[in-house]
C-alpha cells in the first residue's frame, strides 16, 4: 500500500536557522509531490508541488523541496527561518490511482 | 474572491444527534473532499465526489454520509453511529484534471459530549 513517512513530528528551531523536514513515499509508479502548511488558526495551503521536470522546485516564502527520486523522497527545506514560519507542514503523494496520500505532519515551532 | 466557506467554525453536539457540516465553494471546481484531522493522525479522507450526484467513500467513511446534489455544496453529515466524531473537519475541492492542488476551507471543529 502507499504510505507517506514524515519523520520528524515536532521540530523546534531558533530564528535564521536551516530546515530541513524530511518526507519519504512508498510508490513505484509516477508520482505528484506535494507540501501543504497550516499556520495557526488558518486553513491548509499549498507550499509547492512537484509533477516533472526539475527536482528543485520553489514554493513561496523562501520554501523549497528537491526531489530525488533514487530515494523516494521530497524533502522540505528553507535556509534561514523566521517566526512566522510556526506552522503545521504535510507531506502528500499522488500516484497514478490520483489518491493523495498525506504524511502525519511536522509541527515546527521557530522561537524569536 | 473565490474560495471554500465551511460553516459553522465551532459545533457542539449532544452524544446521540446527528448533525451536519457545511461546505460551499466558488470555484467551479468538479471534485470536493471532506476529511478528518485528529493531531499525530494527519488528515484522513472521510468522503469525496468527482461529479455532482455522485460520491465514493474514503479511508474512515463509516458513520458518516454526504450529499452533492450542487457542484458548489457538499454537506457532511456526522451519524450517532461514528464512535468517536469530536475532531477538526476540513473540507477540500479542486478542479478534476489531471493532479491539481486542494483548496481548503477554514475547517469546522465539532465537540461531542
Known amino acids: 500500500a502507499q504510505s507517506v513517512s514524515q519523520h520528524n513530528h515536532h521540530v523546534i528551531l531558533s530564528e535564521a536557522a536551516s530546515l530541513e523536514l524530511g518526507c519519504n513515499y512508498s510508490?513505484?509508479?509516477?508520482?505528484?509531490l506535494f507540501w501543504y502548511v497550516q499556520y495557526p488558526g488558518q486553513h491548509l495551503q499549498l507550499l509547492l508541488k512537484?509533477?516533472?521536470?526539475d527536482p528543485l522546485v520553489k514554493g513561496i516564502k523562501g520554501f523549497e523541496a528537491e526531489f530525488i527520486k533514487s530515494k523516494f523522497s521530497f524533502n522540505l527545506r528553507k535556509p534561514s527561518v523566521q517566526w512566522s514560519d510556526t506552522a503545521e507542514y504535510f507531506c502528500?503523494?499522488?500516484?497514478?490511482?490520483?489518491?493523495?496520500?498525506w504524511g502525519l505532519g511536522t509541527s515546527l515551532a521557530v522561537n524569536p | 474572491d473565490g474560495g471554500i466557506t465551511q460553516s459553522p467554525k465551532y459545533l457542539f453536539r449532544k452524544e446521540g444527534q446527528n448533525v451536519t457540516l457545511s461546505c460551499e465553494q466558488n470555484?467551479?471546481?468538479?471534485?470536493m473532499y471532506w476529511y478528518r484531522q485528529d493531531p499525530g493522525q494527519g488528515l484522513r479522507l472521510i468522503y469525496y465526489?468527482?461529479?455532482?450526484?455522485?460520491?465514493q467513500k474514503g479511508d474512515i467513511a463509516e458513520g458518516y454520509s454526504v450529499s452533492r446534489e450542487k457542484k458548489e455544496s457538499f454537506p457532511l453529515t456526522v451519524t450517532s453511529a461514528q464512535k468517536n466524531p469530536t475532531a477538526f473537519y476540513l473540507c477540500?475541492?479542486?478542479?478534476?484534471?489531471?493532479?491539481?492542488?486542494?483548496?481548503f476551507g477554514n475547517g469546522t471543529r465539532l465537540t461531542v459530549t
Open positions: 502528500a503523494v499522488n500516484g497514478n490511482n490520483r489518491k493523495l496520500i
Open positions: 510508490y513505484g509508479g509516477t508520482v505528484n
Open positions: 512537484y509533477f516533472s521536470g
Open positions: 477540500a475541492s479542486r478542479v478534476d484534471r489531471g493532479n491539481s492542488p486542494l483548496h
Open positions: 470555484l467551479n471546481h468538479d471534485a
Open positions: 465526489s468527482q461529479i455532482v450526484n455522485d460520491f
